[in-house]
Each structure stands twice: as structure tokens, then as C-alpha cells.
């Protein structure tokens, strides 16, 4: 699928609350970056951050940080969680991008949006309060970089919704479910930590199977029909993509893995 650039998306997103700027930095310490260090869980290809948000409000006693690389998609992850702090008084994306650009242009560094993360614009005191008490921030990155944020250990859970199925054999170590991958969850992920993996595409969904054995996981549950699995679909929580294609009829296949025990 192609993406379709948004003007002005980096400058807002160099600008936002919502997203963690200083992400080395932050390596080893990202409990610090909320208001309670409860286990950290991360969803890898976050889109829209709907189902991130949605986890965040069902699960107040777990953090959680949502993985997005594409600037034109995490910039609607933006405006929805805007949404959510100030309702309907929440800025559009154009004014997003504008007041970005203002705050940026303002500092004189229109031409290096990458120095808008030392750039804060003016926040509403309902918007200061949202963002100090929220349990979730957005992190723009490439999922191949996931041990250069976080330290060995330091991720509860993985959450991987709808990924690129990557149909072509030369591009399956791209696979989010590849044994590529594989390892650098085991690194990442405390002992005991799991994937959760859901998609729509059976040729994946074997893929990944075949994957997680053969890499020495403990694979904990799996289904080929989710919605009609009552232990699996308790407490299930869609994304845009699962309500829409199994709307459809079209079945959602889940599973639930551990790393292997060193």
C-alpha cells in the first residue's frame, strides 16, 4: 500500500507532546517517562494508535508506547490522541501542522524540523493534565532499531497488529514475525515477556507459526478464527483494520508467544 505524504506531518510531529523525541536517551529509562513505572508494553506498526489508546484506557496499571515509522500515519495517531485530551476542542491536523510550522519557522530552523524537539508550544492546562497522567506515548522509528531505544529486558510485551505480510519470499526476514525479528524481541522483552500477534493473512499467520517454533519460543495460544475463540476474544481489543475486515466476514487469526528461557 502506498502512503500518502502529508505536508508539514514531521514539523508536527517534532513538535508533539505525544511523541518521545530523545529516544536514545531514554534507553533504560523509559518507566521514568510516566507518572507510574508500571511494566512497559509495546505495539511495533501502531497505525492510527487507536488500538494503542483503547489498551492504554482498559489497562491503567500497565505503560504502553506505540511504534510508528511513517510520519503521514503518526501524524493521525497525533490528532486522535489530541482528541482524546481536548475533545472537541482539539486542533485539526492542518492546524497542528500550521502552529508546528509557526513554532518553527518563529526559531528560525524551518529548513531542520529535527530541531523542533527542543521546541514546546504553549500547552492548555486540560492538555498539561492529560498528558501527566496518560499511560501511552508514540515513538517514530524503524522496528530493525528496536535495540538502540531499549535496554536488554526492558519491554513486558510486544503487540503486533495487521503487519506487512511482505508476500514475497526474498523480503520474508522483513516479516515482523521472522526469527529476524524473533531475536531482537528476546533481547528487548523481560524474562517471561510475550508477542501477541493478530492478522487477517493465512499465509502469514503459518509463517509466523513455523517461525516461533523453529526460533525456540513457547507458543501459548493460537487460533485461526478469533472472534469465534471465547477464550482468546475475552477482553479483545480491535483494531480499525479487525473491525473493518472481520465486518467482512473475514476471519482473524491470533497468537500469544514467550520468549525462550535463556
Aim: hydrophobic share 35%.
Amino acid at each position: 500500500m502506498r502512503l500518502r505524504n502529508i505536508p508539514g506531518s514531521k514539523e508536527a510531529i517534532d513538535t508533539s507532546h505525544f511523541v518521545v523525541h530523545d529516544s536514545i536517551a531514554q534507553k533504560g529509562h523509559w518507566k521514568e517517562l510516566f507518572s507510574s513505572p508500571f511494566p512497559l508494553y509495546v505495539e511495533i506498526g501502531m497505525g492510527k494508535g487507536r488500538f494503542l489508546m483503547d489498551m492504554a484506557a482498559a489497562h491503567t496499571d500497565r505503560n504502553f508506547i506505540g511504534i510508528e515509522m511513517y510520519s503521514s500515519v503518526l501524524i493521525r495517531a497525533i490528532e486522535k490522541a489530541e482528541k482524546r485530551a481536548l475533545g472537541e476542542n482539539a486542533p485539526t491536523r492542518a492546524q497542528m501542522i500550521q502552529s508546528a510550522r509557526s513554532e518553527l519557522q518563529n526559531d528560525g530552523n524551518l529548513e531542520t524540523p529535527s530541531a523542533g524537539s527542543a521546541l514546546r508550544p504553549v500547552l492548555s492546562e486540560k492538555r498539561e493534565a492529560f498528558i501527566r497522567s496518560c499511560n501511552f506515548r508514540f515513538l517514530r522509528l524503524d522496528a530493525r532499531e528496536l535495540e538502540s531505544v531499549f535496554a536488554p529486558g526492558e519491554i513486558a510485551g510486544i503487540y503486533l497488529n495487521f503487519s506487512d505480510p511482505w508476500p514475497k519470499d526474498r523480503h520474508a526476514h522483513r516479516r515482523l514475525t521472522s526469527r529476524q525479528f524473533l531475536k531482537r524481541y528476546e533481547t528487548v522483552l523481560q524474562p517471561g515477556g510475550t508477542i501477541e500477534f493478530k492478522t487477517d493473512n493465512l499465509d502469514l499467520f503459518r509463517f509466523s507459526l513455523t517461525e516461533i517454533r523453529e526460533a525456540g519460543w513457547d507458543l501459548l495460544a493460537y487460533t485461526f478464527d478469533l472472534h469465534q475463540d471465547p477464550e482468546l476474544n475475552e477482553g479483545n481489543i480491535m483494531t480499525e483494520y479487525e473491525e473493518k475486515f472481520s465486518s467482512r466476514g473475514n476471519k482473524i487469526c491470533k497468537l500469544i508467544a514467550r520468549k525462550p528461557d535463556v
